[in-house]
């Protein structure tokens, strides 16, 4: 998954181009390249790694187009290299591309017969032979276009820009997002409102099998047959976006930070604060009297905050729930039977195997809900409910505050579910929803536990593995402790089921081996400080996220302990996050990792 961009206008684009491709870093970080006309000639600067290197490398070869396209990478298809960078150019033309060409192989083959030379690794770089023998053939550039389209298997979203064309620029799209934008005699194009935010707040968003042709003073969008279409504006809210750490070292510590007012926007959402009554946001509603069963489905943390999600709707509604990871559900074909609703969590709304889960349980007939911070992202889009976390822009990769959104939406639905379907009384809402409304307060708490973690995690940075506990609501934390500290500090990290552990992880165990043991004093406490014995039986180095009575009760010096405040068990899985979110951060820190951009990874992983 990438990002693209491009730009048709009387004014110079590279520094546009570049700017916008900043926005877009989210999507990856591998390589950046643009390709501009100079002169009406195809020219591109291109660099491995992040976008930095091309700005260097611009200042000392500047471009000076009027029409360009940018691409930041996420590396699917060859190594992160400058070769296999885009834009790819064949003949008389660059493109740019986001998705994956699954049938390249065999194009790639045919083209070879044909005599292309390919200069890259990449499944990118056929789409630009294909065309370009289009052309050669004859075709004009829009029919060129069209003409491979129709030949291109999986998701893509692409923009194309011709040698000596200097007033035509065309994207298509089929399965990864692309919108158009328009300007006062300039036009756009790229892969979100964010990145086409500062130029215009004119946005339309392409449907599957779309292209659109840009000119100066036009855009043209034609469906999937070549028929004139007409896509509705958006106004875009991306302008609120910006890129700040305000005085924070990272993005991450940021968000963290940002936690206890975004949660609070969020219950708001979901909370009528002067009744204490429960609701569906904007609006909508939401029927739940008569749902036999739900089907949840997300990817990593958005997975984990739908296992929560899970355990709130089965304990607080009691509707049974399923739940598969996306990339699973999408092809298990598992019988949905009784599921009468879907409910999928995403942060950015463009993940594609949530996207593809969605679009598989809509063709079944169900109705489709999804928890998403993106409120113009296609999940969004193609939901009959949305129902909004407020967290804001997550720009550091690692999820924090929009995971924290997500559990106090779910636990908000729970309990809107409960009541409708009378297994909460109108006296327990209010009393659950005046708990959500402490959250605010205990995150704030919680945030004061920061020089205590950091001290901690000086000890974690010299480990090269680490196990993570918990039991109940804690089970789904200590599998997201255990993400967010394998993913910025490359440490190994497991999170398992406290009961779990005698099953086999326990071999592991030994004086080296940390064990990081999440229990508020809750109704599953006791079982997990037996596991926690266990633990401490065989040397194992423990820290352990508990409470005042937890503290108390854990009955001996075997552990470092970090005391959170007391809360109502439903709030548990949002505050113990927050210190395992510092945690992991702190340890990051230490060991000098590239905490917001963590290698291998990006924000929004729009392939399979
Ligand atoms: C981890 C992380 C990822 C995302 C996952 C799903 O910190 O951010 O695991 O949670 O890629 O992304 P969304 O929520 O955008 O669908």
């Known amino acids: 998954m990438c990002g693209i961009i491009g730009i048709v206008s009387h004014e110079p684009v590279a520094g546009r181009l570049v700017d916008a491709l900043k926005r877009l870093e989210y999507r990856g970080y591998d390589s ?45 298809h060859g190594a992160a290299t400058e070769a296999n960078a ?43 032979h294909l065309v370009n023998r289009e052309l050669r053939r004859g075709l004009a550039p829009k029919e060129a ?60 968003y392409l449907e599957e099998g779309d292209m659109a042709v840009l000119r100066h003073a036009t855009i043209e969008i034609f469906d999937e047959h070549g028929n004139p279409v007409i896509r509705p504006v958006r106004r875009s809210t991306g302008k609120a976006f910006y890129v700040d750490k305000g005085n924070h070292r990272h993005f991450m510590q940021k968000e963290i930070y940002e936690q206890p007012e975004v949660l609070s926007h969020t219950l708001g959402a979901f909370v009528d604060m002067t ?64 599921v009468d609703l879907a409910l999928f969590v995403s942060q950015s709304g463009e993940t594609a195997d949530t996207l593809a889960s969605l679009r598989y349980a809509k063709g079944e007939g169900l109705r489709i809900a999804s928890v998403v911070n993106v409120q113009e992202s296609t999940i969004a889009r193609e939901s009959d409910v949305v129902l909004p976390t407020l967290a804001g822009p997550e720009i550091g990769v690692a999820s924090t505050k929009a995971f924290t959104c997500q559990l106090i939406s779910l636990a908000a639905l729970a309990i809107h579910a409960g009541v409708a379907r009378g297994v909460i009384s109108p006296e327990r809402e209010l009393e659950l929803t005046r708990s959500l409304a402490e959250v605010p307060r205990l995150a704030n708490e919680a945030l004061a536990l920061e020089d205590t973690v950091e001290a901690l995690s000086r000890e974690m940075a010299t480990k090269r593995h680490a196990l993570f506990l918990g039991r109940g609501f804690s089970y789904p934390l200590a599998m997201e402790g255990a993400l967010k500290l394998k993913e910025i500090s490359y440490i190994h990290a497991e999170g398992y089921a406290a009961g779990e552990l005698k099953h086999g992880p326990i071999a592991l165990i030994d004086d080296t081996m940390p064990v990081v043991v999440i229990a508020p004093h809750d109704r599953s406490f006791e079982k997990t400080m037996s596991n926690m014995q266990e633990v401490a039986a065989r040397g194992g180095r ?25 809360m109502p068990e439903i709030l548990t899985p949002i505050i113990y996050a927050i210190p395992l979110q510092m945690l992991a951060y702190h340890t990051a820190v230490q060991m000098g990792t590239d905490v917001d951009q963590p290698r291998n990874l990006a924000k929004s992983v729009t392939v399979e």
């Not at 390709?35 to 260097?56: I, M, S, Y």
């Not at 049938?103 to 200069?119: P, S, T």
């Open 32 to 76: 950046a390249g643009i390709a501009t006309l100079e002169d009406g000639v195809l020219t591109r600067r291109r660099a491995e790694g992040k976008l930095v290197n091309l700005q260097r490398r611009l200042e000392g070869d500047p471009l000076s187009g009027t029409i360009g396209i940018g691409h930041t990478r996420w590396a699917t």
């Open 86 to 128: 885009h834009p790819h150019m064949a003949g008389k033309l660059a493109i740019v591309h986001n998705g994956i060409i699954e049938n390249y192989r065999e194009l790639r083959a045919e083209l070879e017969a044909d005599g292309a030379v390919f200069e890259s690794q990449t499944d990118t770089e056929t789409v630009a």
């Open 145 to 204: 276009v069209m003409a491979v389209l129709g030949r291109l298997e999986g998701a893509f979203s692409l923009a194309f820009l011709f040698d000596g064309e200097e007033n035509l620029l065309i994207g298509a799209r089929r399965g990864s997002p692309l919108a158009v934008g328009e300007g006062e005699g300039e036009m756009f194009l790229g892969s979100d409102a964010i990145a086409l935010s500062p130029f215009t707040d004119i946005v339309r």
């Open 275 to 338: 009744t204490g009554r429960t609701r569906i946001p904007n609006g909508q509603t939401l029927d739940f009297s008569n749902v036999r069963r739900i089907a949840l489905s997300a990817c990593g943390t958005g997975y984990y905050a739908a296992l929560v999600g899970r355990y709130y709707l089965e304990r607080y509604a009691r509707i049974p729930c399923d739940l598969d990871v996306a990339s699973e559900f999408r092809y298990r074909e598992s019988p949905l039977g009784d």
């Open 542 to 566: 423990i820290i352990l996220f508990t409470d005042a009575k937890g503290a108390a009760g854990s009955g001996s010096d075997m552990a470092s302990t970090v005391v959170l405040p007391d």
